[in-house]
Every structure is written in C-alpha cells, then in structure tokens.
C-alpha cells in the first residue's frame, strides 16, 4: 500500500467538507482571510489523514484534534462537536 494516497476515511472527508463550507461562508461574510485559511487548512489536514478523525479523538481527546497540522484549539472544538 502507498502511504502517500492513503485511503481515505469518509468521515474524515465528510467533515473536511463542512470545514470548506465554512471557509466559503466565512469568505462570502468578508471574515478575516486568515480565519478563512485556516478552515482550508484544517480541511486539507483531515483529508490527508491516513487514521480517522474519531480514534484521534477517542485516544487523545481535543488536545489530540489541535496537536494536528492546521487545526488549532477552535477548529478542533467544532469538529469535536460536529463528532
């Protein structure tokens, strides 16, 4: 198996949609463009994640979600809600 493609994780991809869907909703509402990055940021992080956003959340908690490239302590909040 190629660890570079790895195979993806429907939730994961379900919730980097979310994640778009805020960037484009933050963007439309003129936010602050960094704040629009990150919601990018995060989405392509989960994307690339060869484990599932859940065990990383059920091993590590919240710490565990912002300790990823790209998400910090609110986008790790949002998700964990959204799980």
Known sequence: MDRESPLPHPENERIAQWLRQMAELLHAQQANPFRVGAYRRA???????DVGVREILAEHGREGLDALPGIGRGIAAAVAEIL
């Open 43 to 49: 989405a392509d992080t989960l994307e690339r994640l």
